[in-house]
């Protein structure tokens, strides 16, 4: 029934190990996202995927790749992770206009060691 | 560039207080769309409402209000009587034409104590 959900919830680590995170929508959305929330609460986008084909990369460390098998899914792989990020990673989806409000997954909190 | 300035970062009342949490927001655009968000202490992200540029009507839901003003560039948020359930940072947002993706300000957090 969950409409964006990603897994893990939490995600503990130590650094330099690889880890993925996915995501899956059921809402039929043609666009996903990936954003981090820091310490501060500070949400920034680090991707955005429309049917597949990436549309925006955001300063993002070549470290994180995202990948979308198709539109309902979009994982987000980390290697060689870092202290600095420690986050939460959110994922949410719409449809592919500006009006259209995101849907986002409960979030996953990952911590670096 | 669009940019959304929340200046509040905390504000805390005490039950049944109104309060309001103010955005201003900058963009070149004349169409884009302004939202607020909820995360509540468990985390997740809740839409609460979306604006656009060319609808000047304050909306008012329960006891949630949004009052949006182009000519100072603010789309501001009061929540009348407020309940310790209301506690949560609120976000406000803006995505500009031709883009889905929203840009955040830095959040208000609400405490509300009993």
Redesign the interface.
Known sequence: DTAVSQTPKYLVTQMGNDKSIKCEQNLGHDTMYWYKQDSKKFLKIMFSYNNKELIINETVPNRFSPKSPDKAHLNLHINSLELGDSAVYFCASSQAVESSPLHFGNGTRLTVT | AQKVTQAQTEISVVEKEDVTLDCVYETRDTT??L?WYK?PPS???V?LI?R?SFDEQNEISGRYSWNFQKSTSSFNFTITASQVVDSA?Y?CAL??????????G??T?LLVSP
């Open positions: 884009y769309y939202f995360q985390g997740e992200l839409f979306r656009n940072v976000f995505s500009e034409i031709g883009y889905s993706t929203l840009t955040f830095k959040g957090m």
